[in-house]
């Protein structure tokens, strides 16, 4: 079958039902956009290609960072919108639109607030290990640690404001008129197609990670990677926007990680290096400064024979991972194998006693690698996890304004349309490096509720 066309003439096209807000994703971005655009007044409609809501937010560990929340100030953090600011730059190393790390960064408290205060979402902060790269504890998350609940809790409150979700809709072709976004034809799952008109569009159907020809082309050093996002996340956005003359920046940047559990495939926390954990290779070898984030986590481990490593934490460690459902379920699938002694450990992991000996004792500060201990050494009973690298989401995309607009290539805002989430461009910078822990979902509610919240 030939590819439907992305964008045609919305002259002539009479459409099937009109809406003044269309949202295309249901992810985070795209239920946060239809809250934000709901309690500004806007009739809203989120159309979503898959059975049910879901999207890369329900395969997250969902945690949200936020500078200067109430939840920070009740626990004591003192935090606040440049320190955020500055963190996210100095991971990308100063790669990214100054602008847009600002307004990120000053929007993640209201966001959260909002969400929680409003909507009701139950978030904490995660108060008993750091991320790195975050000079304050500001990880907000829902009981469960986990992203399904997250967009469960979502469309729910969509559902109560009553704004209506259609599913099983794929959007195809936008259709135009001048420089204006005119409405949207959209696949059923039997082939049949149907158009809706709309005031203003706003794209929250993320990335292309679930394109292996657009992750080959514009990050090639990950293609072949195990993929860890959601398959439907095909770059409809970025073939939307290069069809439109849209500004694009940092194709090339992604949020890798190393520390997927194999061959079970569940994301084993960074917390368990970042409380004193290490990595090493199949021959029992550590290889790399883990402290330096687990995006980049995926290619040091990729790079390893097998493309393999084992992650080694202690009982102490486990017992603040297992807050997260993940960890629970790599548990109950016998992922997480446990040894009371060295010896033991070397047994369940089939990996070289004395290169395992040396590996653990080996802590100077710095180490050889670069890497500086400051947490207890690890102690018997042992834990250890056989994990992988993986593509978990791309980071570049459609450049946007200080209303989420999204840019023409010359830096002038198209009228009515709107990215939000992995269909805008990120603050990851231009790699894999760039990623600050929680980047991902970070862009999705801020810019989503800027993107819903904008327009009329
Ligand atoms: C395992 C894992 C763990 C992660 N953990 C975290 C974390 O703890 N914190 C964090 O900040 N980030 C995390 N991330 C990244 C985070 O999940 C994403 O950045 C975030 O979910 C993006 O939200 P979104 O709404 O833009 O996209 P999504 O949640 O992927 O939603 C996009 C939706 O659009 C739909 N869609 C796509 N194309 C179309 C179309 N043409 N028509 C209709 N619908 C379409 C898709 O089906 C999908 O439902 C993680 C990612 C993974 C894979």
């Known amino acids: 079958m030939a590819e439907p066309a992305r964008i045609r003439p919305a002259a002539g096209v009479r459409f099937d039902l009109g809406v003044e807000t269309l949202i295309v994703g249901a992810g985070a971005a795209g239920l946060v956009a239809a809250l934000a655009a709901h309690e500004a007044g806007q009739e809203a ?58 307004l990120l960064a000053r929007g993640s408290a209201r966001a959260i607030d909002w969400l929680a205060g409003r909507h009701g979402l139950p978030f904490s902060v995660v108060d008993d290990f750091d991320y790195p790269g975050h000079s304050r504890r500001r990880m907000h998350g829902l009981p469960s640690r986990s992203g399904r609940e997250l967009v469960d809790r979502l469309r729910a409150a969509c559902e109560e404001a009553g704004i209506d979700i259609v599913c ?48 080959a082309r514009h990050m090639p050093q990950i293609a072949g990677a195990l993929w860890f996002g959601h398959d439907g996340n095909r770059g409809d956005a970025l073939h939307w926007g290069e069809a439109l003359g849209a500004g694009l920046a940092h194709l090339g940047a992604y949020q890798g990680h190393g ?29 790399w400064d883990e402290s330096q984030g687990y995006s980049e986590a995926a290619r040091a481990v990729l790079s390893q024979p ?129 990623y600050l822990s929680g980047n991902g979902l970070l862009a999705a509610v801020v810019l989503g509720r800027i993107a819903g919240a904008a327009g009329r």
């Open 45 to 102: 409609l989120v159309i979503e290609a898959d059975a049910a809501p879901a999207g890369s937010t329900a395969l997250s560990a969902g945690l949200i960072p936020a500078a200067g929340t109430a939840l920070q100030r009740a626990a004591g953090i003192a935090d606040d919108a440049a320190l955020f600011a500055a963190d996210i730059q100095a991971k990308a190393k100063g790669e990214n639109d100054p602008a847009l790390v600002d």
């Open 168 to 215: 099983n809709r794929r959007a195809e072709t936008l259709f135009t008129e001048d420089d204006l976004i005119r409405g949207v034809a959209l696949r059923a799952p039997d082939g049949a197609v149907e158009t809706i008109g709309c005031a203003r569009l706003i794209l929250a159907c993320n990335g292309f990670g679930g394109s292996p020809a657009l992750v």
């Open 259 to 287: 520390n997927v559990a194999h061959p079970h495939g569940i994301l084993i926390t960074w917390a368990v290096i970042t409380e004193g954990g290490v990595q090493v290779n199949l021959s029992g070898q550590r290889f």
């Open 306 to 434: 097998e493309g393999q490593a084992w992650t080694i934490f202690d009982a102490r460690i486990a017992a603040i991972a297992r807050q997260f459902a993940d960890f629970r379920a790599a548990e109950a699938q016998g992922a997480i194998r446990t040894a009371g002694t060295l010896a033991e450990l070397a047994e369940v992991t089939g990996l070289p006693a004395e290169a395992l000996r040396a590996s653990l004792a080996a802590r100077g500060a710095p180490d050889r690698f670069g890497r500086i201990f400051s947490k207890p050494p690890l102690a018997p009973p042992f834990c250890a996890v056989r994990v992988t690298g993986a593509l978990f989401h791309t980071q570049g995309g459609l450049q946007v304004d200080d209303q989420a607009r999204v840019l023409h290539a010359d830096g002038r805002p198209f009228a009515n349309l709107h990215a939000a989430g992995g269909a805008a461009c990120g603050v990851s910078g231009s790699a894999d490096a760039g």
